[in-house]
């Protein structure tokens, strides 16, 4: 059997490290060099984010960091400490779910569904800053998001009927 190399990160030592996600304050005894990605997922029970590359290269994990994306995998906590982190639990219920998690329902825009949770906190912070985009930019916006399983036409749609759903309840408000 051959010998394995063991690699370790050298992260600081544990301390409480506050998160504040989805509205709700945390303390997590965590180095805070470890990613962000981990304190959801293990400590606060938040699998909305997916462990996908952990490079910072496919999107699945994708948070809201004060409103803009981020790429939790690569995330230490302490960069999202003092700051709003939105994950996809914090978006919307099952009995009333956010417009874009309305709109990918609506258009089945998923087959495995790994990348929905990317796709979804993406094209959200898109639509909060322009609640109408071309197809241009919604392109733009997700192209960082990678979909292994080619569901792009539908994920494409699901964007333009969520962004007609953000304005459609912004004309009712
Ligand atoms: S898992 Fe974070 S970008 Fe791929
Ligand atoms: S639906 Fe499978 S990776 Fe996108």
């Not at 709700?24 to 470890?34: L, Q, W």
């Not at 569904?113 to 800053?129: F, K, Q, S, V």
Request: charged share 20%; aromatic share 2%.
């Amino acid at each position: 059997m051959g010998r394995g190399l063991t690699v370790r990160r050298r992260d600081a030592p544990p301390r409480p490290v506050a998160l504040t996600v989805n509205g709700i304050r945390h303390e997590v005894a965590i180095s805070p060099d470890v990613p962000l990605l981990y304190a959801l997922r293990n400590d606060l029970a938040l699998n909305g984010p997916k462990f996908g590359c952990g490079l910072g290269e496919c999107g699945a994990c994708t948070v809201l960091l004060d409103g803009a994306p981020a790429r939790a995998c690569v995330l230490p906590c302490s960069h999202a400490e003092g700051r709003r982190v939105t994950t996809l639990e914090g978006l919307g219920t099952v009995e009333a779910p956010h417009p874009v998690q309305q709109a990918f329902v609506d258009e089945q825009a998923a087959q495995c569904g790994y990348c929905l949770n990317g796709m979804i906190m993406t094209a959200t912070a898109l639509l909060d800053r322009n609640p109408d985009p071309s197809d241009g930019e919604i392109r733009q916006a997700l192209r960082f998001n990678l979909c292994r399983c080619g569901t792009h036409i539908e994920i494409m749609a699901a964007v333009r009927r969520a962004a007609h759903l953000v304005r459609a309840r912004a004309g009712a408000a």
